[in-house]
């Protein structure tokens, strides 16, 4: 990534690369090998059903490099529970588009002033398995800020070198049984975290937007 023009060249890839990634749940695991017959049985969602959402994907300035800010959801919540995930949420009523909805979530769960965010772009619209219709918004987060997380909803935030998740050997393609319903997915472990599902799929959807 071309430091001195790292904002406009991420710009610059978001607007050209477009439509180039796998656009739900159910793409990937057919992608890395599911049967299609099998397709439904991960609980694919009618489109008509699926609710609008989005969240942000934060790139972080840091001294040495960009970095993803991540949430571990806490273990009580209705949805995804203890997983790892982007600050995001449905879209409200009063939300004037998907930016204006990741930008409100992202206060609401970890206290991020919108001030230090500049958006950048838009990764594919992503389906989840549980109905949600996710518009990642990718911006670039400027230090210093501080974070205040809601307990209810977010058990830690934390940090992944840019690098390390648009490295290919880092990326993990699992098959196993979740729910009793075939599931292969991409994982992205790192240190004590484990990334998978939805959230490793719009991490790979921004792999295919950045790499050269």
């Known amino acids: 990534m071309p430091e001195p023009m790292e904002e406009q060249w991420l710009r610059d890839r978001l607007a050209a690369r477009g439509g180039s990634g796998l656009r739900s749940d159910v793409a990937i695991a057919l992608s890395l090998g599911l049967d299609p017959a099998d397709g439904p049985r991960l609980g694919r969602p009618a489109s008509e059903g699926t609710r609008a959402a989005a969240v942000l994907v934060p790139l972080v300035r840091r001294d040495d490099g960009l970095r993803v800010m991540l949430t571990r959801r806490t273990d009580h919540l209705h949805h995804h529970a203890g997983q790892i995930s982007f600050p995001g949420g449905r879209l409200e009523d009063e939300d004037d588009g998907p930016v204006a909805c990741a930008l409100r979530e992202t206060v609401e769960e970890t206290g991020l002033d919108p001030r230090h965010v500049t958006v950048l772009g838009l990764l594919d619209e992503y389906v989840t398995v549980t109905g949600f219709r996710v518009t990642p918004v990718v911006g670039l987060v400027q230090p210093p800020f501080t974070l205040l997380p809601d307990p209810f909803?977010?058990?830690?935030?934390?940090?992944?070198?840019?690098?390390?998740?648009?490295?290919?050997?880092n990326h993990q393609k699992v098959a196993r049984t979740v729910n009793g319903k075939p599931r292969p997915y991409y994982a992205i472990p790192y240190e004590s975290y484990y990334i998978w599902g939805a959230t490793a799929g719009m991490l790979m959807n921004l792999y295919n937007v950045l790499r050269d």
């Not at 977010?154 to 490295?167: G, I």
């Open 153 to 169: 909803e977010v058990a830690e935030v934390f940090e992944v070198p840019l690098a390390f998740l648009l490295d290919p050997r």
